[in-house]
């Protein structure tokens, strides 16, 4: 079993939807729980993360930890087709020095 | 400012060779971390360097290596190449290992 699953998509949405992108993980010693993007043909770019269990905005972004049942979720309100990439969550170890990622779901929203 | 710098942007080889990707780090960044992501999949962590010495290593094969130069830039070497190292080879940098990793562009390797 990996010890990240992502949903693996690909997902395609009309401009201006919500759209849910989710990772559910078997190690509970990870603590920080990142978001990338990843463009095509361009290295991946940190969105956000958090910090154990909880909420996190930032302008039409959402993350959201349940430790208790090991499932991570980004929320995009009022997508736009300039968020068309490949999301990556990535998990940490609070000692570790490396990410674990997922295996990205890839979004396409449709102007 | 330069963000992370790879080189090069592409490069074919064949079963059997050695090759030597190279990495720049955010001036400022002592450590410098390599990935290596294969066509569908999320970035797998390879190494990690912090202050020229290795912090961290994945599941990798002895094949794979790397190293720290003073200036903080980094190499890696993959030895006796198979069409499974066919993957992009990202380069990550951060200020000391355990903040936030900025990716370079990647090198795409193409192992024919």
């Known amino acids: 079993q990996k010890e990240v699953e992502q949903d693996p998509g690909p997902l395609s949405v009309p401009e201006g939807a919500i759209v849910s992108l989710n990772c559910t993980y078997s190690?509970?010693?990870?603590?920080?729980f990142m978001w990338y993007r990843q463009y095509s043909r361009k290295g991946p770019e940190l969105l956000m993360y958090t910090y154990s269990s909880g909420n996190k905005e930032d302008g039409r972004f959402t993350a959201q930890v349940d430790k208790s049942s090991k499932y991570i979720s980004l929320f995009i309100r009022d997508s736009q087709p300039s968020d068309s990439a490949t999301y990556l969550c990535?998990?940490?170890?609070?000692?570790?020095?490396?990410?674990?990622f997922g295996s990205g779901t890839q979004l396409t929203v449709l102007p | 400012d330069a963000g992370v710098t790879q080189s090069p942007t592409h490069l074919i080889k064949t079963r059997g060779q050695h090759v030597t990707l190279r990495c720049s780090p955010i001036s400022g960044h002592k450590s410098v971390s390599w990935y290596q992501q294969v066509l569908g999949q999320g970035p797998q962590f390879i190494f990690q360097y912090y202050e020229k010495e290795e912090r961290g290593r994945g599941n990798f094969p002895d094949r794979f290596s790397a190293r720290q130069f003073p200036n903080y830039s980094s190499e890696l070497n993959v030895n006796a190449l198979l069409l499974g190292d066919s993957a992009l080879y990202l380069c990550a940098s951060s200020l000391w290992g355990y903040n936030e990793q900025f990716f370079g562009p990647g090198t795409r390797l193409t192992v024919l």
């Open positions: 990535a998990p940490r170890r609070g000692s570790a020095r490396q990410l674990t």
């Open positions: 190690n509970s010693a990870f603590q920080y």
